[in-house]
């Protein structure tokens, strides 16, 4: 059932007392639950918190007339960092928030009235929620946008933080009402942390990751693009082997990073993360192929972060990126053994289901191997994610590429999940140096039509890439 809530009213609000300027500032403790007892709470702001059980430590309304229209509504781990804000208004000092244009066939939320609202995915990255397409009593399915530095709402937010951070470092404690004094207390020791202390912990988190022998790869597997608490990163290996002619993300050569180290990386993720690993259950192993680990050291490596990370070993929470051509040497017995560890789906890039097109943009991927690949997946009980690039190969391959992609697609084992992106490409990728001009460039209307035959045949969503 759905639990309708207000987040306005559904906690007990607290009031930290008289402060300059007008500012008005009252906590509401959320107190800890178990993890893994999930229920939803649709916030009067829209967003569905997929896990109402999951606590934060502390959510902290501000009502400044003189800088403001509206309510601020922040909430803040047990580390001081801020993990998502909302706004009630429509002007913060001198920036207007306007609400987003409508998209055909979504609705706004929430309806009818519009809450901008941000979330901070644990590497720094935040997300809006924009639209939802989907809602019953067991899903909620919303498109995120990534908001950029220069968005307005993400500029107001980080003024009001930084204001609120001077104000309680500037806080009488006698002042305090003797009801709060603990709360308000508790607030100032965290500390709450500033934006420029905020992007701090972003740079440490990454620190911890590392930047691995060919740069880091900040993108998440798709799927967990529609998942609010999305995953914490754990680097197992680099490279992805390619070769994509498209591609500029990954180097191609595989390197395997040592069980040890893997081993301290997950330490030092679950010192970072502190009590915020309570918002996650799931993992997601890094970069771009990465069931090239030994089977025996990536169980371990799964079974460690189910350990530190708090997560269920008993079943699946682990997404990764993977290749064909290396499901397909697996034997059965180690793809059942990775699943008891906890991996829970396969992310692999089919690209287009020509392979005349394949054979030019993505040499060595067969469509014999990749159709196996995701048939021993599912006989082992893992979940698969595939995805398509629309507009792939220009007007050359247009009517190859999407008869193919949707027959090929078609002949897959049911419940095999199917995403597709819009082509981009960078200038440096030797698909624009040496086959663009052969190819043709599909112009965006050409590319949407693409998109839109992958949705209605396939049943395809779009690929969000988050980055982490």
Known sequence: MVKIQDGLQSMPWLSAGPLRDGWRVDIAPIPPRDKFKYTYDLWSNGLAFEAFSIGRTHKVAVRAPDCGDGIWLLNFDTRGRLVNSSYTGTRWREITLSPPVFEPGFRLVPYPSYRPEMHRLVGGTWLRAKWTDTFDHTNLLYRAEIVEDDDPFYRATMDALDSLVAILSELDPLAVPEETAVEVDVLRRLPVKSHAELLDQSDLFHAILGPGAHGYIPVEPPELAFDHYHAIPVRVQD??????????????????????????????????????ADHFRKVVLLHGDALTVPAQQLGAELAYAAQQFALPGDGPFAHAFAKAKTIVKMAPKELDALRDRGLANVNMGLESGS??????????????????????????????????????????????????????????????????????????????????????????????R???????????????????
């Open 239 to 276: 490279g992805c082997g390619g070769p994509c002619t498209f591609c500029t993300l990954y180097e191609r050569k595989i390197d395997v990073v040592a069980r040890d180290e893997v081993f301290r990386q997950i330490d030092n993720m679950a010192a970072y993360l502190g009590e915020e």
């Open 450 to 468: 693409q998109s839109r035959i992958f949705e209605q045949q396939l049943g395809a969503y779009e690929y969000l890439f988050v980055p982490i």
């Open 355 to 448: 392979q005349e097109l394949l054979d030019k943009v993505k040499p060595g991927q067969k469509l014999t191997d990749f159709h196996e690949a995701v048939v021993r997946l599912t006989e082992a009980g893992i979940g698969v994610s595939i995805n398509i690039i629309a507009g792939l190969g220009g007007p050359r391959f247009a009517e190859a590429h999407v008869q193919g992609s949707v027959d090929f697609v078609g002949r897959l084992p049911a419940g095999t999940t199917v995403f597709y992106s819009p082509f981009i490409v960078s200038p440096e990728s030797r698909y624009a140096i040496r086959q663009d001009a052969a190819f043709g460039r599909l112009e965006p209307p050409d590319i949407e």
